[in-house]
């Protein structure tokens, strides 16, 4: 076994019971006790796990909770943003009922959809304007307009969703987390999230590089079986629990 292998599997581990002893992870990979110290040593000076007397410990992420307003999301990640959701667009076919989640990538997105055949439902005044503008059958969720994000929340936007069933949605998120999963410092916010995910066929996370290994406040979904659509992966261990589709 290659030791980038050996590396994920340690991670893995550790992200899903905190703690581990070398002999456990000895027996686990078929190695010598003293190569698993090696591979602690290494992943430890990589910041990436802590050594403990006789194995290792989980690192324990700061959570998030300053959301930034609109104007500055808009101005970060632009190139990046910029791939990820022309590649996004893409992937709607004819009849497809698509949920599209306020936020600035997906934003860009609508402005490389061209499918008139599909129909649409956001919870992003911007992202209905633009997707009218272009002709679209467009439909906004129905309740409370977060000024911040210019996101529509709140318990009625969330019940005006349980009559639809999507075939696609297309999320943005603030923070990916192995152990904590995709999160967002907003209530509301995630309520809206969790309950479109539930009712989609399939679900494409967009996340540029910079939303890796962060952690908000709440998590609307996990990352088992998900769809990530990313610029770049730095983390391998992403790959053990999520489809990851790099765009270049």
Same mark, same amino acid.
């Given at each position: 076994?290659?030791?980038?292998?050996?590396f994920?599997?340690?991670?893995?581990?550790?992200?899903?019971?905190?703690?581990?002893?070398n002999?456990?992870?000895?027996?686990?990979?078929?190695?010598s006790?003293?190569?698993?110290?090696?591979?602690?040593?290494?992943?430890?000076d990589?910041g990436r796990?802590?050594?403990?007397?006789?194995?290792?410990?989980r690192?324990?992420?700061?959570?998030?909770?300053l959301?930034?307003?609109?104007?500055?999301?808009?101005?970060?990640?632009?190139?990046?943003?910029?791939?990820?959701a022309?590649?996004?667009?893409?992937l709607?076919?004819?009849?497809?009922?698509?949920?599209?989640?306020?936020g600035?990538?997906?934003e860009?997105m609508?402005?490389?959809?061209?499918?008139?055949?599909a129909?649409?439902?956001?919870?992003?005044?911007?992202h209905?304007?633009?997707?009218?503008?272009?002709?679209?059958?467009?439909?906004v969720?129905?309740g409370?307009v +977060?000024?911040?994000?210019? !996101?529509? /929340?709140?318990?009625?936007?969330v %019940?005006?969703? $349980?009559?639809y069933n999507? *075939?696609?949605?297309?999320m943005?998120?603030n923070?990916?987390d192995?152990?904590k999963?995709?999160?967002?410092?907003?209530?509301?916010?995630?309520?809206?999230?969790?309950?479109v995910? +539930?009712?989609?066929?399939? !679900?494409? /996370?967009l996340a540029?590089?910079? %939303?890796f290994? $962060?952690?908000f406040?709440v *998590?609307?979904?996990?990352?088992?079986?998900s769809?990530i659509?990313?610029?770049?992966?730095?983390?391998?261990l992403?790959?053990?629990?999520?489809?990851i589709?790099?765009?270049?």
């Open positions: 076994m290659l030791q980038e292998e050996r994920n599997k340690i991670l893995a581990e550790l992200s899903e019971k905190g703690a581990v002893k002999i456990r992870l000895a027996e686990m990979l078929n190695v006790e003293s190569t698993i110290r090696r591979d602690i040593n290494e992943l430890d990589m796990l802590r050594k403990v007397f006789g194995g290792a410990m690192i324990e992420k700061d959570v998030n909770t959301e930034e307003d609109i104007i500055t999301k808009s101005s970060v990640h632009v190139d990046e943003k910029e791939l990820i022309r590649y996004a667009a893409g709607i076919d004819d009849n497809d009922s698509v949920f599209i989640d306020a600035t990538t997906t860009k609508v402005e490389h959809i061209e499918n008139h055949t129909t649409y439902m956001t919870n992003g005044i911007i209905a304007q633009k997707l009218a503008q272009k002709g679209m059958d467009v439909s969720v129905c409370r +977060k000024g911040k994000t210019l !996101s529509v /929340i709140g318990a009625r936007a %019940k005006s969703i $349980q009559s999507f *075939t696609k949605c297309f943005g998120v923070g990916i192995v152990s999963g995709f999160t967002t410092p907003d209530l509301d916010e995630a309520m809206i999230k969790e309950e995910v +539930k009712r989609s066929h399939t !679900s494409y /996370i540029d590089s910079s %939303k290994d $962060q952690i406040a *998590t609307f979904a996990k990352l088992k079986g769809c659509i990313t610029d770049t992966l730095n983390n391998d992403y790959r053990e629990y999520a489809v589709k790099e765009v270049k």
